[in-house]
């Protein structure tokens, strides 16, 4: 431990500082003046954290503490912090500049930790753990992906250059058409063709196991999101998985995000001032979240393509000279504003369980209603299930149903 006093009396305020690593937390301490009192390591345990805040409750009243990492290595500090009833803020790592600056050290950083909270740099709360579980459903679910995806190119791969036979036997076939003959595979011939076989077996079956738990973690994780948030997964284009990761973005606190505007700069939505001088531009945010934005992507391609009035606003936009890129950028921060109304505010989802016993009980077919309607019979189905969220049409189909 390390001590630099500077004048502290008990009493006085005492800001905190944290750089968290996976075995060990350093702590800091500073006085309401800004002058350096302690620093000190301690154990990334339930007794080290105690032993941390009864360090920083030594040196006076503490009034913020910044922690980099809240929501990784330093989760397990900031929620024995909060279950003491301390504010813990979150803390961006130094600029590359300052490092350069002033060198780096565990002290050192947290020391800058500390001076973050004092000088109001950091003042965004850390998000809490009430989408824990949703968190780690959904990087169990991409974790599938990546292994699956990673399992269908070898086989890809391995087709490429195996012996001619089982090329043209196994080559031309597509998808799980493929995956599946291959996963049935009886390995016999020469040496090289039974290890070729038993490879392509493997791995097909591998591909197999991984479709059958993605499917498995997205149908929990679809019903984890809509217990928390039914209005954020009704909405037009937002799935199981675009949905998870807007709440893991925002948090269980969304409170924390003071305005819409906040959000879109969380999501990489937001235009960043580029101006200098007589030049008033603004340039595409590369920063952020980038998962979000890839998120906000993703429904504004599913609204371009089955939203009229999404479809509406392209063809606008495009007859006024924006290309592509434009448009889309323009819509990912339109939805990244409705995107926050849903995480921020309580948004009443109609329901619609009744709307197929009604129609079953009216002897009408998906194919009626939705000739009726002037749509597809699988635009009636997702609505029926409640898969596609459209307000308009289910109340008009239910006053069409009941009048039938």
């Known amino acids: 431990m390390t001590s630099e006093a500077a004048g502290q009396t008990p009493g006085q305020g005492v800001f905190g500082g944290v750089d968290s690593h996976a075995d060990t937390i350093h702590v800091a301490a500073i006085g309401d003046n800004g002058g350096h009192l302690a620093d000190a390591e301690f154990a990334t345990t339930a007794a080290g954290y105690a032993a941390a805040l009864a360090f920083l409750d030594a040196h006076g009243h503490v009034i913020a503490i910044g922690v980099e990492g809240t929501a990784s290595y330093g989760a397990g500090f900031t929620r024995a912090a909060r279950s003491h009833g301390h504010r813990v803020v979150e803390v961006n790592r130094p600029d590359r500049a300052e490092r350069r600056r002033i060198g780096k050290s565990d002290p050192i950083d947290a020391y800058a930790a500390a001076r973050a909270a004092f000088s109001g740099r950091a003042s965004g709360s850390p998000k809490d753990d009430t989408v824990a579980g949703i968190r780690a459903l959904h990087n169990a679910a991409r974790s599938a992906v990546k292994a699956r ?3 269908l190119n070898q086989i890809t791969h391995i087709l490429f250059t195996a012996p001619e036979s089982i090329r043209a036997t196994y080559g031309r076939l597509k998808g799980t058409d493929r995956t599946d003959a291959l996963a049935r595979l009886r390995p016999a011939g020469d040496a090289v063709h039974v290890a070729v076989l ?3 077996r493997s791995l097909a079956r591998r591909v197999k196991e991984l479709t059958a738990e993605h499917t498995a973690r997205t149908k929990v994780l679809d019903s984890e999101a809509t ?16 949905a998870a990761q807007l709440l893991i973005t925002a948090g269980g606190n969304p409170e924390r995000m003071r305005t819409e505007a906040s959000f879109a700069a969380l999501c990489g939505a937001a235009p960043v ?3 200098s001088g007589r030049t008033n531009r603004h340039r595409l945010s590369r920063g952020g979240d980038r998962a979000a934005n890839a998120a906000l992507y993703r429904i504004a391609l599913v609204r371009m393509s089955s939203d009229s009035r999404t479809r509406d606003y392209v063809a606008r936009q495009t007859a006024a000279g924006r290309t592509k890129k434009e448009i889309i950028r323009l819509l990912k921060r339109a939805i990244a504003r409705e995107m926050f109304r849903c995480l921020t505010t309580t948004v009443t989802v109609p329901g619609i369980a009744d709307l197929r016993p009604l129609r079953q ?3 009408i077919t998906l194919t009626a209603a939705a000739r009726h309607f ?3 019979p699988a635009t009636i189905s997702t609505l029926e299930r409640g898969i596609r969220r459209d307000d308009a049409l289910a109340h008009t189909y239910r006053d069409w149903l009941k009048a039938a």
Do not use: Q
């Open 149 to 151: 995806t990673a399992a």
């Open 198 to 200: 038993a490879a392509l």
């Open 227 to 242: 217990v928390l948030n039914p209005g954020l997964r009704a909405a037009h284009g937002v799935g199981p998985d675009t």
């Open 273 to 275: 001032p580029a101006s």
């Open 361 to 363: 009980s009216k002897n």
């Open 374 to 376: 002037g749509v597809w």
